[in-house]
């Protein structure tokens, strides 16, 4: 209703970059998230500490078809010490 | 008596004929030759100065009327005033700094539609995030019911000069989601606050920012105001 205020600033919601992630019926990723989950409650809520479990999440999304690939560096992950961390979690799994 | 009466009548009449000027009101209009230097000029400054107030007042009333659209344009090219071009790139996302002195607290929301059957939550309260810097948050959403239920979300940001900063990668709004009965799942949301939010003077002193999803059931006939963007999902 506020929207339909003549010349007031309506808030449009912006689509996201990539769009809509797919969902995660099966729990492909529930490891990942729980990981993370604890982390930030670790951490306080802070999520500049719990950036490898983000990584690793957004990895088994794209492991299993849930999110299109991308170049880390495109989703703001630069740290060049992921690589190693994310074929221990592979081998793992 | 009447002869008096007619000489008071008469000499009435020839004092108001000297008394009121010549001059009928449409006649200041008009420059007749016979008119003295003087007067002429001063019909002429007078007439110019109604034409230029005149041409000022239109002016005014046009220019008033043309700032509507002149001032979108310049707000969207500057990006002035917080209406920035749509959406962001990723050239962006690669190459942004983090802002390690302004922590800002993003506290998550979750609310359904009144028929909305799903059970819906945010899994964190509040997560502290760095402008510039990505952040990954996560909503959990049950279907309790028997059935499959199709939903479909939409999201608010408050403050409101706040959502013109809050970029999100990926998210689950704006398409139809289905879960099927009895099922759980986590739907993240993968988002950046842009790091131009440090030189925003109405953000100065914001350092919480709520982002609250909506949940509906996508059912026929349900007219939500959805951009046009927002496309069904395709048979599954």
Redesign the interface.
């Known amino acids: 209703m506020t929207?339909q205020i003549y010349n007031q600033?309506k808030?449009?919601?912006?689509?996201?970059?990539?769009?809509?992630?797919p969902?995660?019926?099966e729990?492909l990723?529930?490891k990942q998230?729980l990981l993370?989950?604890s982390c930030?409650r670790r951490n306080?809520?802070?999520?500049?500490q719990c950036?490898e479990d983000?990584q690793n999440?957004?990895a088994c999304?794209m492991d299993n078809n849930l999110?299109e690939r991308t170049e880390w560096?495109?989703?703001?992950?630069h740290s060049d010490s992921k690589p190693a961390k994310e074929e221990k979690q592979d081998s793992s799994n | 008596m009447l002869r008096t009466l007619n000489a008071l009548r008469g000499q009435c009449q020839q004092l108001l004929r000297s008394s009121i000027p010549r001059q009928k009101p449409n006649q200041i209009w008009r420059m007749k030759s016979t008119d003295s230097p003087e007067e002429a000029a001063r019909k002429l400054r007078l007439k110019s100065t109604l034409y230029y107030i005149t041409a000022g007042g239109v002016l005014i009333v046009g220019l008033s009327y043309a700032a509507v659209p002149l001032y979108s344009i310049f707000c969207q090219a500057y990006s002035y005033g917080g209406t920035t071009s749509?959406?962001?790139d990723?050239e962006k996302?690669?190459h942004?700094h983090?802002v390690k002195d302004r922590i800002l607290k993003i506290r998550f929301n979750a609310d359904i539609g009144s028929s909305m059957r799903w059970n819906f939550k945010p899994?964190?309260?509040?997560?502290?995030?760095?402008p510039g810097?990505?952040?990954?948050a996560?909503y959990t959403a049950r279907n309790p019911t028997d059935k499959p239920v199709i939903g479909i979300s939409?999201?608010?940001?408050i403050p409101?000069e706040a959502?013109a900063y809050f970029?999100?990668?990926?998210?689950?709004?704006?398409?139809e989601?289905?879960?099927?009965p009895h099922?759980e799942?986590?739907?993240?949301v993968?988002f950046?606050i842009d790091p131009e939010i440090t030189g925003d003077p109405a953000l100065e002193h914001c350092d919480t920012i709520t982002l609250s999803y909506t949940f509906f059931e996508a059912r026929e006939g349900l007219k939500l105001?959805f951009?046009n963007?927002a496309k069904p999902h395709a048979a599954a």
């Open positions: 929207s600033k808030f449009v919601p912006t689509p996201p970059e990539k769009g809509s992630f969902l995660d019926h729990g990723c529930k998230f993370y989950a930030l306080a809520q802070d999520t500049s950036r983000a999440y957004l999304r999110m560096s495109k989703l703001g992950f | 749509q959406g962001h990723s996302v690669e942004m983090k899994q964190q309260y509040e997560i502290k995030v760095a810097e990505t952040a990954l996560f939409t999201y608010n940001v409101f959502g970029n999100k990668i990926q998210c689950f709004c704006f398409e989601q289905q879960l099927n099922e799942v986590d739907m993240p993968f950046y105001n951009p963007y």
